[in-house]
Protein backbone atom coordinates (compact mmCIF):
# COMPACT_ATOMS: atom_id res chain seq x y z
CA UNK A 1 0.00 0.00 0.00
CA UNK A 2 2.90 2.32 -0.14
CA UNK A 3 4.32 4.28 3.12
CA UNK A 4 2.33 4.38 6.27
CA UNK A 5 0.24 7.67 6.39
CA UNK A 6 0.95 10.15 9.20
CA UNK A 7 -2.10 11.90 11.19
CA UNK A 8 -0.60 14.89 11.84
CA UNK A 9 1.44 15.27 8.11
CA UNK A 10 -2.39 15.03 6.72
CA UNK A 11 -3.69 17.45 9.43
CA UNK A 12 -0.96 19.96 8.35
CA UNK A 13 -1.55 22.77 10.78
CA UNK A 14 -4.72 22.31 12.03
CA UNK A 15 -4.95 23.55 14.79
CA UNK A 16 -8.40 23.52 17.26
CA UNK A 17 -9.67 22.53 20.28
CA UNK A 18 -10.32 19.25 19.10
CA UNK A 19 -7.09 18.77 16.78
CA UNK A 20 -6.04 15.75 19.24
CA UNK A 21 -9.37 14.13 19.21
CA UNK A 22 -9.22 14.61 15.22
CA UNK A 23 -5.80 13.14 15.19
CA UNK A 24 -6.98 10.11 17.15
CA UNK A 25 -9.79 9.54 14.63
CA UNK A 26 -7.84 9.93 11.50
CA UNK A 27 -5.18 8.15 12.59
CA UNK A 28 -7.78 5.21 14.41
CA UNK A 29 -9.68 5.74 10.12
CA UNK A 30 -6.25 5.29 8.43
CA UNK A 31 -5.61 1.95 10.97
CA UNK A 32 -8.25 0.05 10.56
CA UNK A 33 -7.91 0.41 6.19
CA UNK A 34 -4.55 -1.03 7.13
CA UNK A 35 -2.50 2.52 6.08
CA UNK A 36 -1.01 3.00 9.60
CA UNK A 37 -0.58 1.44 13.00
CA UNK A 38 -2.97 1.97 15.65
CA UNK A 39 -2.26 4.92 17.20
CA UNK A 40 -0.34 4.84 20.61
CA UNK A 41 -1.89 6.58 22.88
CA UNK A 42 -3.31 6.00 26.78
CA UNK A 43 -6.43 4.41 26.22
CA UNK A 44 -7.38 4.17 29.87
CA UNK A 45 -7.63 7.61 30.16
CA UNK A 46 -9.63 8.37 26.94
CA UNK A 47 -12.70 9.58 28.10
CA UNK A 48 -15.81 9.79 25.27
CA UNK A 49 -18.61 11.24 27.73
CA UNK A 50 -19.31 14.58 27.64
CA UNK A 51 -19.23 15.68 24.49
CA UNK A 52 -21.87 15.64 21.06
CA UNK A 53 -23.37 12.49 21.19
CA UNK A 54 -21.95 11.79 17.94
CA UNK A 55 -18.23 12.40 19.43
CA UNK A 56 -19.04 10.35 22.55
CA UNK A 57 -19.99 7.39 19.98
CA UNK A 58 -17.06 8.06 17.74
CA UNK A 59 -14.25 8.38 20.81
CA UNK A 60 -15.77 4.93 22.43
CA UNK A 61 -15.61 3.53 18.42
CA UNK A 62 -11.98 4.83 18.54
CA UNK A 63 -10.91 3.51 21.65
CA UNK A 64 -12.33 -0.13 21.22
CA UNK A 65 -11.40 -0.25 17.56
CA UNK A 66 -7.34 0.96 18.99
CA UNK A 67 -7.23 -1.77 22.08
CA UNK A 68 -8.35 -4.53 19.75
CA UNK A 69 -6.37 -3.41 17.14
CA UNK A 70 -3.34 -3.64 19.49
CA UNK A 71 -4.20 -6.94 21.06
CA UNK A 72 -5.32 -5.40 23.94
CA UNK A 73 -9.13 -5.05 24.36
CA UNK A 74 -8.73 -5.74 28.20
CA UNK A 75 -8.30 -1.65 28.20
CA UNK A 76 -12.05 -1.61 27.27
CA UNK A 77 -14.27 -1.89 30.24
CA UNK A 78 -17.50 -3.72 29.86
CA UNK A 79 -19.38 -0.64 30.90
CA UNK A 80 -17.85 0.96 27.24
CA UNK A 81 -19.19 -1.75 24.88
CA UNK A 82 -22.30 -1.58 26.71
CA UNK A 83 -22.50 1.93 25.98
CA UNK A 84 -21.60 1.19 22.46
CA UNK A 85 -23.91 -0.96 21.87
CA UNK A 86 -26.74 0.95 23.74
CA UNK A 87 -26.09 3.99 21.78
CA UNK A 88 -26.51 1.96 18.60
CA UNK A 89 -30.02 0.41 19.98
CA UNK A 90 -31.55 3.74 20.45
CA UNK A 91 -30.95 4.89 17.52
CA UNK A 92 -34.31 5.50 15.69
CA UNK A 93 -32.90 6.18 12.27
CA UNK A 94 -31.92 4.22 9.57
CA UNK A 95 -28.03 5.62 10.49
CA UNK A 96 -27.23 6.31 13.75
CA UNK A 97 -28.33 10.39 14.04
CA UNK A 98 -28.29 10.42 10.33
CA UNK A 99 -23.70 10.43 10.90
CA UNK A 100 -22.43 7.84 8.69
CA UNK A 101 -18.95 8.30 10.08
CA UNK A 102 -20.04 7.47 13.56
CA UNK A 103 -22.38 4.81 12.49
CA UNK A 104 -19.68 3.19 10.56
CA UNK A 105 -16.85 3.62 13.13
CA UNK A 106 -19.54 2.04 16.03
CA UNK A 107 -20.32 -0.83 13.69
CA UNK A 108 -16.55 -1.99 13.06
CA UNK A 109 -16.27 -1.69 16.83
CA UNK A 110 -18.91 -4.09 17.83
CA UNK A 111 -17.78 -5.78 15.17
CA UNK A 112 -14.29 -6.43 17.01
CA UNK A 113 -15.76 -7.35 20.76
CA UNK A 114 -19.09 -8.87 19.35
CA UNK A 115 -18.87 -10.27 15.67
CA UNK A 116 -22.74 -11.70 15.60
CA UNK A 117 -24.68 -8.92 16.90
CA UNK A 118 -27.75 -8.67 14.86
CA UNK A 119 -26.73 -4.73 15.16
CA UNK A 120 -24.25 -4.58 12.93
CA UNK A 121 -26.17 -6.79 10.11
CA UNK A 122 -29.26 -4.11 10.76
CA UNK A 123 -26.82 -1.00 10.56
CA UNK A 124 -25.19 -2.21 7.60
CA UNK A 125 -28.57 -2.66 6.26
CA UNK A 126 -29.57 1.06 6.72
Not at 26 to 38: I, Q
Not at 40 to 60: F, Q, R, Y
Not at 68 to 90: M, T
Not at 91 to 103: I, L
Amino acid sequence: MGEAADPSELLGGFDHFSSDRKRLMLGTYLAVLGAMPHPEIDLTGLDHHGHATWVEVGLCAAKILNAHGRGRPQLVPDRDRRFLVERLRAGRRGVWEANVGAHLFALLAVHEFDPGNRLIHDGIEA
